[in-house]
């Protein structure tokens, strides 16, 4: 039997060479690093060699993987919080109360046809899952947007405006906001079915109570802490305390009932200020974890989609429906806000197309669904692929739209690779 050590040199190399490809495609890396995943998965490498593939991944094995995996989700999500772009705030008015209402929008209506498509899907879909938190759950993930991914679009497309990639970029924030408001209410929905409301009431509250120890009282003292330069020089000591608590709140919420990805956006709001953090761990933590931990958890997504139910017609046609529903439900709902907000046709337009953009976000709740059981594997594939459909489709779209009634000024933003 082949070890973690050879699995895990197969999907660096595979994602290296694919996210290359994808990027020189003007696409996101995440698209090849996911697409190894998937050619390396049963459905493809098992398939063409299953004997090289029984060897390589068998099943006991993927357990050490998926612990890499899930660590390369925990450093990945500690930086969400540095690509919110607040840089480009004061060249619009009325910024906050615009994109809350396009978020607002373009959420309700994509969320009420996810949840449409998914009663209609239960019985072929996934069958043998609870039926409510199917349909929360396919709701909550066709209307999310990916703020990463967005970031690496806006920075790649020159003709995008600044009030265009900033209205998008707060849209999505708040659509982050609504995202994880919704994990955690669909997880309490899901536990409180499973055992008694009051202990689900009870995790809720050390939930809340854990977040006010963090934000009241953990960072205060960590920006006390900081205030001092021998703390600020201490880099060292920075990366420590930031790791623990990240590691420390992603068990604590993991222990409550709640995803651990939920604790690691909570360590990351308290640490995002600390001088000269973000610096120091992109040269170090964050550099290795793009190059090893990162790949592995998104070719980990990918490994666990089976091709095997698109060979059946139902599941292309599911497929179809969700991407159109989603697709329409975001873009025709955030134009309506956006139009409701002043803002011109053009630039409601490229904000919906903007906001059509799935990826990581989308990719955390999917395996939060896998992991919970709300979702089936072949609704996680369908989700998978409608998720890669909408990064690839963004550019082309945007670049179509431009061509046919112009672009607007240049503009860059910070994002990430």
């Known amino acids: 039997m082949a070890s973690w050590m050879v699995q895990v040199s197969l999907i660096l190399i595979f994602s290296l060479v694919l996210g290359r490809l994808a990027e020189k495609v003007g696409q996101s890396r995440m698209i090849g690093e996911i697409s190894a995943g998937l ?88 069958p043998d899952i609870a039926f409510w938190p199917y349909v929360f759950f396919c709701g909550l993930a066709l209307s999310v947007t990916a703020l990463p991914v967005l970031i690496r679009i806006i920075n790649h497309l020159r003709h995008i405006s600044v009030s265009t990639a900033s209205i998008a970029l707060s849209s999505a924030i708040y659509t982050d906001v609504f995202a994880w408001v919704g994990v955690a209410f669909l997880v309490a929905f899901y536990t409180a079915e499973k055992t008694n409301i009051v202990g689900v009431l009870i995790n809720t509250l050390s939930l809340i109570a854990f977040c006010g120890f963090s934000f009241y009282v953990i960072r205060p003292l960590i920006s006390l802490l900081y205030r001092e330069r021998a703390a600020q020089r201490n880099k060292s000591m920075q990366l420590v305390f930031a790791i623990c608590y990240c590691l420390v709140s992603a068990e604590v919420t993991s222990k409550l009932g709640f995803h651990q990805a939920i604790g690691v956006v909570i360590a990351a709001y308290v640490f995002c200020k600390v001088p000269g953090l973000e610096h120091t761990w992109r040269r170090t933590v964050g550099s290795f974890a793009h190059v090893f931990f990162i790949p592995l958890f998104f070719a980990y997504s990918g490994l666990r989609v089976s091709f095997d139910y698109f060979s059946q017609f139902d599941t292309w046609l599911w497929l179809s429906i969700f991407a159109v529903g989603g697709f329409f439900g975001k873009v025709v709902g955030t134009y ?50 409608v998720a890669l459909l909408s990064i690839v489709m963004t550019p082309p779209l945007l670049k179509f739209f431009a061509k046919l009634y112009g672009g607007g000024a240049d503009v860059q933003i910070k994002g990430i690779k």
């Open 39 to 126: 050619l390396l998965g049963g459905s493809v490498f098992g398939v063409l060699w299953p004997q090289g593939h029984a060897v390589v991944f068998f099943t006991d094995s993927l357990e050490d993987l998926k612990v890499l995996a899930d660590l390369g989700l925990v450093l990945l999500m500690f930086e969400v919080v540095w690509h919110t772009p607040f840089m480009h705030a004061e060249k619009i008015r009325h910024t906050r109360l615009i994109p809350f209402v396009i978020t607002l929008f373009g959420v309700s209506l994509t969320f009420l046809i996810g949840c449409l498509i998914a009663t209609i899907s239960k019985e072929s879909v996934a």
């Open 336 to 385: 309506l806000g956006g139009r409701i907000c002043g803002l011109s046709p053009t630039i409601a337009m490229e904000v919906g197309l903007l906001m059509n953009t799935k990826g990581l976000v989308e990719l955390v709740i999917l395996s939060i669904g896998l992991q919970l059981g709300v979702l089936s594997e072949k609704a996680y594939g369908i989700f998978l692929i």
